[in-house]
């Protein structure tokens, strides 16, 4: 079983920046790929960002672009999504989620394991 410990989430000023990171445990399956997701109050999770094996095979939902950038460290078993120039849209709990292989899914049903998710609130 693998355990993903999300962490990082806070109050933040429209325009600010949070780091969010997830510390990954157990037996993890390898190759693997680490999303982020988020889901919003009365909203269903949505795709924010994610990683494959390869540190550079990064894929970014469209809104975050260039705002967002994620990361990880295989050594340390750790993954981060740092969030710059947050909005009030972007105010939801955010998770990381692992799955088995090298691709990034978009589609939440595709990710085995998940942590408990931190919460992101961006005030205007």
């Known amino acids: 079983q693998v355990q993903l410990e999300d962490s990082g989430g806070g109050l933040v000023q429209a325009g600010g920046s949070l780091k969010l990171s997830c510390a990954i445990s157990?037996?993890?399956?390898?190759?693997?790929?680490v999303g982020w997701f988020r889901q919003a109050p009365g909203k269903n999770h949505k795709f924010v960002a994610g990683?494959?094996?390869?540190?550079?095979?990064?894929h970014y939902a469209h809104g975050v672009e260039g705002r967002a950038r994620v990361s990880r460290d295989n050594a340390k078993r750790t993954a981060s999504l740092q969030m710059n120039d947050l909005k009030p849209d972007d105010t939801a709990v955010y998770y990381c989620?692992?799955?088995?292989?090298?691709?990034?899914?978009?589609?939440?049903?595709?990710?085995?394991?998940w942590g408990q998710g931190t919460q992101v609130t961006v005030s205007s």
């Open positions: 157990g037996h993890i399956p390898t190759p693997n790929t």
């Open positions: 989620a692992m799955v088995r292989g090298r691709f990034v899914y978009e589609d939440v049903g595709s990710y085995e394991f």
């Open positions: 990683i494959g094996w390869a540190p550079d095979s990064t």
